[in-house]
């Protein structure tokens, strides 16, 4: 394929992308207050009895459901989204692996899907129950509505991407880019820099960070087996024999 033609492909799934994120959007719209009532239970759980969450601008509320009909909707059309997303990337791959898009779409999309119900299911309490311990007589948390949508989709989407990371491998090591050897030998960077991701995308609290931290380096070490049965194998070096019959 020429440069035009790549771009042309580009655009093409781009398009297709975006028409599925449209109608993901339109679906989830008439959904949109259960669907936030749902991303605020684990922060409700928590709260003050007294305490309750605000809107300080007049258009807040209902852009606040807007965005959370269209990321809900891009949760529902990711397994589409994904699969555009592979279609696209199928030319650079052999015949013989360009039949496994549908299943590795589907495997993308879970695995997407699976990184942000851990954050919602496991750490969105840990970490809002650590935030509501500072309420008291004087203090009474009273989030605001943009505030926590922008919060709990900061951290969705960060666990969603850091699933990813055996794919990632996967594909690095099919095209020879990383071995189980380099994975295993990089260990040590590969925890810290966990770590440090985890300190970034994640509130100031220890829990919450080992929250991230722990998964990503899991997912670290499956990515080795993963690149182990899953990598490009090296071809044997030919014998002498082998050599000196190629010569006549």
């Known amino acids: 394929m020429t440069l035009m033609d790549h771009l042309g492909e580009l655009r093409s799934r781009l398009?297709?992308?975006a028409v599925a994120a449209v109608l993901g959007f339109l679906i989830c719209y008439a959904f949109s207050k259960q669907l936030f009532g749902i991303m605020m239970l684990p922060l409700m759980e928590v709260m003050p009895p007294e305490s309750t969450l605000i809107f300080t601008g007049l258009p807040e509320a209902f852009f606040t459901y807007v965005k959370t009909a269209f990321v809900a909707g891009l949760f529902l059309v990711s397994p589409y989204i994904f699969y555009q997303i592979w279609q696209f990337i199928a030319p650079g791959l052999y015949e013989h692996e360009r039949k496994y898009m549908i299943p590795i779409a589907a495997i993308s999309a879970l695995f997407f899907i699976s990184g942000a119900l851990f954050?919602?299911?496991i750490v969105f309490p840990?970490?809002?129950e650590f935030?509501?311990?500072y309420a008291d007589e004087m203090i009474r948390p009273m989030p605001s509505l943009r505030e926590y949508f922008s919060f709990s989709l900061k951290l969705l989407l960060a666990f969603g991407v850091i699933f990813e990371l055996p794919l990632f491998i996967f594909f690095l090591a099919r095209l020879g880019l990383v071995t189980p050897?380099?994975?295993r030998k990089k260990r040590k960077y590969a925890i810290l820099l966990s770590f440090v991701v985890a300190a970034i995308l994640t509130p100031?609290?220890?829990?919450?960070q080992i929250l991230m931290s722990g998964p990503l380096i899991i997912l670290y070490e499956i990515s080795i087996y993963v690149a182990h049965f899953f990598g490009k194998k090296k071809k044997p070096k030919p014998t002498?024999?082998?050599e000196?019959?190629?010569k006549q």
């Open 181 to 183: 050897a380099s994975l």
């Open 126 to 128: 840990f970490g809002f």
């Open 204 to 208: 100031p609290d220890g829990i919450t």
């Open 119 to 121: 954050g919602y299911y």
């Open 131 to 133: 935030f509501m311990g």
């Open 240 to 242: 002498d024999d082998e």
């Open 15 to 17: 398009t297709r992308s």
């Open 244 to 246: 000196e019959d190629a």
